[in-house]
């Protein structure tokens, strides 16, 4: 029992990327090829850097000839190559790398996060497009979809800062893209990135005009002669 525990340990361990088993579908690859490959990179970590296809097809279920073609097709297709090696006493011998494959496997994997910060820029720009015609309870004008667009362009606020700009906005009894613009300039000079320090610094600014009116109308008040009607 031992012996055999022992035996099985001596196999070692191949570590695989999990995203290879979720896009080898999207870089048209199908199961038996993506076996093959597996089998390669167990060959590899094991010191066999040049495995036959007899050696391979003998863990696999198809024939010698079977996988002499797909070892052909995945060199043609970019998946493996067939490198040369010169060991220390200068003797040249071939050896099987799967390289190509992880570069694949980069590629996709950075291809589709780009896809989807795309999709997600484009889905939060509509939304914000439609909270701003909610509000202004009208279609904007090229004029102010133009202003939008450069604030996340040019200015590159963030969708979410520029809903909460508008938001302090409309608390502000304030509703106009010149107001918001002041909003957005006076926020990124005091380095407000996130939606929290966003409101943090809106309910400061408005409890310092609460302050300022009130100051006002006691100036106001003091200013106004008081009348004794106690000396008529």
């Not at 799967?98 to 484009?122: C, D, H, Y």
Request: charged share 30%; proline share 3%; hydrophobic share 40%.
């Amino acid at each position: 029992m031992k012996e055999n525990l022992l035996a099985w340990l001596e196999e070692g361990n191949i570590t695989i990327p999990s995203i290879l088993f979720s896009e080898y579908r999207n870089l048209n690859l199908n199961e038996t090829e993506l076996v093959l490959l597996l089998n390669i990179l167990t060959f590899l970590e094991k010191g066999n850097q040049f495995p036959t296809p007899e050696e391979i097809s003998a863990r696999m279920t198809i024939s010698t000839a079977e996988c002499n073609e797909i070892l052909r097709r995945m060199i043609q297709r970019g998946f493996l190559e067939i490198i040369d090696e010169y060991s220390a006493d200068g003797i040249r011998f071939e050896k099987y790398s799967i390289k190509p494959l992880w570069e694949r496997i980069v590629t996709q994997f950075l291809a589709q996060r780009q896809n989807n910060q795309v999709s997600t820029k484009m889905a939060e720009e509509t939304d914000l497009y439609t909270c701003f015609e909610k509000e202004f309870g009208r279609p904007l004008s090229p004029f102010e979809c133009e202003t939008l667009a450069m604030w996340m362009d040019d200015d590159h606020h963030d969708p979410i800062i520029i809903k909460a700009a508008l938001r302090e906005a409309v608390m502000s009894g304030k509703l106009n893209f010149r107001y918001i613009d002041r909003i957005l300039f006076e926020w990124k000079k005091n380095g407000i990135k996130t939606i929290e320090q966003a409101k943090n610094h809106g309910r400061k600014f408005r409890q310092k005009q609460i302050q300022k009116t009130m100051t006002k109308e006691e100036i106001h008040q003091s200013s106004v002669p008081f009348y004794n009607w106690l000396e008529q």
